[in-house]
């Protein structure tokens, strides 16, 4: 399953964050209209002021660290259409190292030094509690958190349709399948799970289907 976001609508975990500080890893598969605008994913303080974050806006991927209101951005290596599922990464190798992924292709790298304070949220389809930069027109499901910086080939390998529990498995610090149930589970821990505020459920990407011809039934 997979949830859809139409802009008064997200998921959170507000009780800790699993990782604080780079070296990390944010993925997730993502489903973009042509108005999609705002947070896919978001590691935050509870503000829009510190905070790693996976977004999207009118066709490009932006990932960033953002300490105080300054940013370390990164943008995809192209611009996307509409209508078709992708996988969306950004890795944070260190304070002043960022990439943004798309389809396992990255972008340029980020360079200007930042370090987000005070880390204790884990969020889908908003950056901070309130519903703060809220997802307009996207869907998003798999979404993976790493204490580590993955490698160029361990983002592709998610792009082609390894699990997140499949990728440096010990370093999976967070992982929500979205499969429709409220809360959603994050399965690297039975005491963290995002709540759920709105949200449409929608059938497990199709992508899925096609790129893990050999998984389980049980999987879906």
């Not at 978001?42 to 932006?62: I, K």
């Not at 499949?166 to 149930?181: C, D, H, K, T, W």
Request: net charge negative.
């Amino acid at each position: 399953m997979a949830r859809a976001f139409d802009g008064s609508s997200y998921l959170r975990y507000a009780s800790g964050a699993p990782v604080t500080a780079a070296p990390l890893t944010i993925a997730a598969w993502c489903l973009c209209d042509n108005g999609d605008s705002g947070s896919v994913v978001a590691l935050t303080n509870g503000t829009l002021d510190n905070e790693f974050y996976v977004d999207v806006f009118g066709g490009d991927l932006y990932v960033a660290a953002k300490q105080a209101g300054l940013k370390n951005e990164a943008s995809g290596p192209s611009s996307f259409s509409a209508s078709a599922w992708r996988h969306f990464a950004g890795v944070f190798a260190s304070t002043s190292s960022v990439y943004a992924f798309i389809n396992g292709v990255k972008g340029t790298q980020a360079t200007t030094a930042r370090t987000p304070a005070s880390i204790n949220e884990v969020t889908v389809g908003t950056a901070a509690a309130g519903g703060n930069n809220l997802s307009s027109g996207t869907a998003a499901a798999e979404v993976g958190i790493w204490n580590v910086a993955l490698s160029d080939a361990e983002v592709l390998s998610l792009a082609q349709g390894a699990f997140p529990s499949e990728v440096q498995a010990a370093s999976l610090v967070f992982y929500a399948p979205i499969r429709g149930s409220s809360p959603e589970p994050d399965q690297t821990s039975g005491a963290r799970n995002l709540t759920v505020t709105g949200t449409t459920v929608l059938e497990h990407p199709d992508i899925f289907r096609k790129l893990r011809v050999n998984a389980s039934p049980l999987r879906w």
